[in-house]
């Protein structure tokens, strides 16, 4: 059984958690700053922070997990107005009367690559919320032993937190790209497939060879991993594209 071909629903769900994700990010970045700007100098180790960092997590996997919860529904709604024994025949039928102007998925497929895609931005991600945190706490444990034992950072510490980074994003970054591999499978599409390949071998590349980047900006230094880089515009930028590839390319996905 097909969708009409009009319809996007994998595209805008995925599409619309990208937005959701980037949103969070931003707010929870432009309050830091707000804190910081006003006095109100964000400690790691302070509580509040935290507690500010848990609240903006839980807020964006809920809205994401409604987002997907009511696609799923709206496809089971649809799914359920026809019998199951009848849905093949259905599809036969549909294939025979509308040819090449059929959704290029059945509605089943689609529900699949649904759930997959729920099971990582919302099951993997809260599972990296919490790793994030507690590499955070690593980072403030070391910072610290760093001071007290050296009087300050010193390219040792530089160096070790360049190499540790890569694998506080390692884990969300193999089941976002498993979600493009998997849907590319599902495609048939070779460009996916291959994007995925380079983007896994570009962040092996940066998290182990390139050295970490020092940014002055107003008098200020800022260190730049590039592991880091890569992996937040993949779950950002990179989700918006791949949402508005299947929708550009394909029917009904």
């Given at each position: 059984m097909y969708f009409s071909p009009k319809k996007h629903i994998l595209s805008d769900v995925i599409m619309m958690v990208a937005l959701v994700r980037f949103a969070g990010a931003s707010l929870y970045g432009l309050l830091r700053l707000l804190l910081r700007q006003s006095g109100v100098v964000p400690d790691m180790t302070d509580r509040s922070l935290w507690t500010l960092q848990m609240?903006?997590?839980?807020?964006?996997?809920?809205?994401?997990?409604?987002?997907?919860?009511?696609?799923?529904?709206?496809?089971?709604?649809?799914?359920?107005?026809?019998?199951?024994?009848?849905?093949?025949?259905?599809?036969?039928?549909?294939?025979?009367?509308?040819?090449?102007?059929?959704?290029?998925?059945?509605?089943?497929?689609?529900?699949?690559?649904?759930?997959?895609?729920?099971t990582i931005l919302v099951g993997a991600q809260s599972m990296y919320d919490f790793s994030s945190i507690i590499f955070r706490r690593f980072i403030t444990r070391l910072t610290q032993f760093f001071v007290d034992t050296t009087g300050g950072t010193g390219e040792v510490y530089v160096s070790i937190y360049n190499l540790t980074h890569g694998f506080k994003y390692q884990g969300m970054l193999i089941a976002l790209l498993l979600g493009a591999m998997m849907t590319g499978i599902f495609l048939d599409d070779r460009e996916l497939k291959i994007a995925a390949i380079l983007i896994a071998a570009l962040f092996m590349l940066s998290a182990a060879g390139m050295q970490m980047f020092t940014l002055s900006l107003l008098g200020k230094s800022?260190?730049?991993?590039?592991?880091?880089?890569?992996?937040?515009?993949?779950?950002t930028v990179g989700l918006f594209a791949l949402a508005w590839y299947l929708r550009g390319r394909y029917r009904g996905i």
């Open positions: 609240t903006f997590s839980v807020a964006t996997l809920l809205v994401s997990a409604v987002i997907f919860l009511c696609a799923l529904y709206r496809i089971s709604r649809g799914l359920r107005a026809v019998p199951v024994e009848d849905r093949q025949e259905m599809a036969r039928l549909q294939e025979e009367v509308f040819g090449d102007n059929n959704a290029d998925l059945p509605a089943e497929t689609i529900r699949r690559l649904l759930r997959i895609w729920f800022y260190g730049i991993v590039w592991s880091s880089v890569i992996f937040h515009l993949m779950e």
